[in-house]
């Protein structure tokens, strides 16, 4: 089992149950980080239909998605591939960053999330929740929480019935609790959504302690 659930069934019982009642979800870090980030610009504000079919067909005039040869590539090949202008600036800018080592991709098991946090968002057209995304679903850090997704921060406030909140921050009451592990959480907040539970008004109910660590 992993630490993560044991640990959730210790400090928060209703994460618990939610976990029994999803099943098992893992982190699975991509070895491809540099590609990972172009990929998820040129994903900003797209359906994820629209997104596929653009970066197939970048990944038809780049096929090593490298910062030289993105900086090699033609403008308006990678234009044509539909990608707006403002977003071939961003990987451009990207590109010259990590090949400067302003963002250090080649020593990423260095970098703590914050200083990571720090590189990344130094770079044109890369957010936070962008570069908590890639901290998470790119890197596999077990430990990251972003605020500012309005879903987690739904979910939260549906898992434990929360009071409303002027300033919204749900995850600032519970995920405290949820370290060092609270990408994990984030994966099953979001898995909550995705199976409609949250919009159901489903009630998950705190399950004993033991429960979850004999399942």
Same mark, same amino acid.
């Given at each position: 089992?992993?630490?993560?659930?044991?640990?959730?069934s210790?400090?928060?019982?209703?994460?618990?149950? @939610?976990?029994v009642?999803? *099943?098992?979800?893992?982190?699975t870090?991509?070895y491809?980080?540099?590609?990972?980030?172009?990929?998820s610009?040129?994903?900003?504000?797209?359906?994820?239909?629209?997104?596929? =079919?653009i970066?197939?067909?970048v990944?038809?005039? $780049?096929?090593?998605?490298?910062p030289? @040869?993105?900086?090699?590539?033609?403008?308006?090949?990678?234009?044509?591939? *539909?990608?707006?202008?403002?977003k071939?600036? %961003?990987?451009?800018?990207?590109?010259?960053?990590?090949?400067?080592?302003?963002?250090?991709?080649?020593?990423?098991?260095?970098?703590?999330? =914050?200083?990571?946090?720090?590189? @990344?968002?130094?770079v044109?057209?890369?957010?936070?929740? =962008?570069?908590e995304?890639?901290?998470?679903?790119?890197?596999?850090?077990?430990?990251?929480?972003?605020?500012?997704?309005?879903? #987690?921060?739904?979910?939260?406030?549906? @898992?434990?019935? #929360?009071?409303d909140?002027?300033?919204?921050?749900?995850? *600032?009451?519970?995920?405290?609790?949820?370290?060092?592990?609270?990408?994990?959480?984030?994966? %099953?907040?979001w898995?909550? $959504?995705?199976?409609?539970?949250?919009?159901?008004?489903?009630?998950?109910?705190?399950?004993?302690?033991?429960n #979850?660590?004999q399942?």
């Amino acid at each position: 089992m992993h630490p993560a659930i044991i640990a959730f069934s210790q400090a928060d019982s209703k994460l618990a149950s @939610l976990i029994v009642l999803i *099943g098992d979800l893992i982190l699975t870090p991509s070895y491809k980080p540099f590609e990972s980030l172009v990929m998820s610009i040129i994903s900003q504000q797209l359906s994820a239909k629209a997104a596929a =079919t653009i970066k197939a067909r970048v990944k038809l005039v $780049i096929p090593n998605v490298t910062p030289e @040869l993105v900086l090699a590539a033609e403008e308006e090949a990678i234009r044509q591939c *539909g990608v707006s202008y403002p977003k071939i600036r %961003y990987i451009r800018d990207l590109s010259t960053k990590v090949i400067t080592g302003e963002v250090a991709l080649d020593n990423l098991q260095d970098l703590d999330n =914050t200083e990571l946090l720090k590189q @990344l968002t130094s770079v044109k057209g890369i957010g936070a929740w =962008t570069a908590e995304m890639f901290l998470i679903f790119t890197l596999g850090r077990p430990d990251v929480m972003s605020i500012g997704d309005a879903g #987690l921060q739904r979910a939260a406030k549906w @898992l434990h019935t #929360l009071a409303d909140r002027k300033d919204g921050n749900y995850l *600032g009451e519970v995920a405290p609790n949820w370290a060092p592990y609270r990408s994990f959480a984030s994966l %099953y907040l979001w898995r909550a $959504i995705d199976m409609g539970f949250v919009d159901s008004g489903l009630q998950v109910e705190s399950c004993a302690k033991p429960n #979850l660590l004999q399942g």
